[in-house]
């Protein structure tokens, strides 16, 4: 049996991809890529967790949270789509009339 | 002590929450009719005094259902009938000034009902996978209010910072709940309490970095410093009457689950202390520098509301009830000074022409002398003169942080406040000594803006006069949580 540390090191590095990518990405799309991959993290430390600990909590959180994650996405990409079209980039450095 | 486990399905603790869901569907439904949809405006209304008339019956009860996952107490009620009040006085404001920029749709009123919801949730559980997803309830329609103008480039900018910063915020807190999950063995707060000690000495690496990613997440949704970056976009971004919304409704929101987390679950995590501390510290220390060069109103109560959570901070130093009490305090005065704050600034941006800029106020002294003086009194209350509510919730803070032993904290949000006057009276300068840059139109009143200013004056002065009414409220609010 893989032990549990394995599981949570492997989500713990994928959250840590996730953060550096919405640190250092310029692209909207990427930035909510890499946002999903985060909440994934998360979900799998959470099934990892449920499954040592034998508990079915675990289980059922990660339906709940993939129903956010699907919530968010679509008002995200609703937003994007709304940018792209009032000013043709979704490139993120163009975001400054709103500084200081 | 109540029953945490109590499997009983109660559909009279959910009340308002569900009153709030359906009342938001039928706001869709009628908005898209044709004939009755001037009317969306009205049932959203009908809405939110029906919450918080069934918020108002659960005051007093103590009970606790669906297996744990609800708990219907006092300091939940509190907190619903903030949201349902704070909610309802942003739609009485928001209609003449959404209609002026053509924005007005029936989506707004119910995003604002769904968001009002979540918020509910949020506060009336003590389980994290609830709060997390009454947070998620909350938020998501957020994102779309402050976008809300879409063909305002502003607007976007706001509505897709937000919903970056809220989502990185959300992976954060949800990575720090799968931690506390797995060392706990459970996300319910009050068997976590229970067994604080001994999950702390036998998973302690794992615990601690889930109480720190949790703080994390929920320091982006208040905007403790060094999480704030994005308050000041979104507030100056989104139109003013859903800024006026997000800075009262989503903060008191954050305190709720931050005091029921912090000063109820994690209170025995002895580090939080100094951590607090130091995040007070910098919180109101950074909100208020910042506040001082800003010649933009929204923005300059953006940095006014991040110093202000700082102050908030000092509750969650100092812990106990006592702390608590005051930080609802606070949180009531704020809520009513800084909405009125913002109806004033509503008001001046709906002459045509304006856009929040601090130029705009100069000369209102002499063209709309009792919108000069409501926007004196609020600004003399966000900075803490009394007799506003705003001295005493400052006072009743700062002095609960010296009789516990922390005199350097109450120094420095003393010292802070006085900082904070110099941009509050800036603004009051202009209005009366500068003169106006530019003829605008005079400033008109519609009834459902001259009640909004009504009620949040009325509050601010009336508790400031008489704050054992307010004082004794927070403090029955409390009792059932400690």
Known sequence: MVPISAYLIVAVVLFGIGTMGVLISRNIIVLFMCVELMLNAANLALIAFSRSLNIMDGHAFVFLVLTVAAAEAAVGLAMVITIYNNRESINIDRFNILKW | ?482
């Open chain 2, 1 to 482: 002590m109540i029953d945490y486990t109590s499997a009983g399905i109660d559909f009279g603790m959910l009340a308002p929450e569900i009153y709030l869901l359906v009342m938001a569907f039928v706001v869709l439904v009628v908005g898209h009719l044709r004939k009755v949809h001037d009317w969306t405006p009205v049932i959203a209304i009908a809405g939110l005094l029906g919450a918080l008339y069934f918020s108002i019956q659960q005051w007093g009860n103590q009970s606790s259902g669906f297996f744990g996952m609800v708990s219907c107490d006092s300091f939940g009620v509190a907190f619903k009938i903030i949201f349902s009040s704070s909610t309802l006085l942003t739609v009485m404001l928001a209609r003449r000034y959404m209609r002026k920029k053509m924005i007005e749709r029936p989506e707004f009123y119910a995003l604002l009902l769904i968001s009002t919801m979540g918020m509910m949730v949020m506060a009336n559980t003590t389980d994290l996978v609830v709060m997390f997803l009454g947070l998620e309830i909350m938020s998501v329609p957020l994102y779309v209010l402050a976008g809300l103008a879409r063909r305002s480039l502003q607007s976007n900018e706001a509505g897709i910072k937000y919903f970056i910063m809220g989502a990185f915020a959300s992976a954060f807190l949800l990575m720090g709940i799968a931690f506390v999950f797995g060392s706990a063995e459970t996300t319910e707060l009050r068997r976590i309490v229970a067994n604080f000690n001994f999950i702390l000495n036998n998973h302690s690496v794992l615990f601690s970095a889930g109480i720190g990613l949790i703080l994390i997440g929920f320091g982006f949704k208040i905007g403790i410093v060094p999480f704030h970056s994005w308050i000041p976009d979104v507030y100056q971004g989104a139109p003013t009457p859903i800024t006026a919304f997000f800075s009262v409704g989503p903060k008191a929101a954050g305190l709720a689950v931050l005091l029921r987390i912090f000063l109820y679950g994690f209170a025995e995590f002895s580090p939080l202390t100094n951590l607090f501390w130091i995040l007070a510290v910098i919180t109101m220390t950074v909100g208020n520098v910042f506040a001082l060069r800003q010649s933009n109103l929204k923005r300059l109560l953006a940095y006014s509301s991040i110093a202000h959570a700082g102050y908030m901070l000092v509750a969650f130093t100092v812990g106990g009830g006592q702390a608590i009490s005051a930080v609802i305090f606070y949180m009531i005065g704020y809520t009513l000074f800084n909405l009125g704050a913002f109806a004033v600034v509503t008001m001046l941006e709906t002459r045509s022409g304006c856009s929040s800029d601090l130029k705009e106020v100069a000369g209102l002294g002499t063209t709309s002398p009792y919108l000069a003086a409501i926007l004196a009194v609020f600004m003399f209350a966000l900075s803490g003169f009394p007799p506003t509510v705003g001295f005493f919730g400052k006072f009743y803070l700062f002095s609960t942080a010296v009789e516990n032993g922390f005199y350097w904290l109450a120094i420095i949000g003393v010292m802070n406040s006085f900082v904070s006057v110099y941009y509050y009276l800036k603004v009051i300068k202009t209005a009366y000594f500068d003169s106006a840059s530019a003829t605008f139109e005079s400033v008109s009143y519609t009834p459902a803006v001259t009640f909004v200013l009504f009620i949040t004056l009325l509050g601010t002065l009336g508790f400031g006069l008489f704050p054992s009414s307010l004082m004794e409220f927070t403090k029955s609010a409390i009792f059932a949580f400690l």
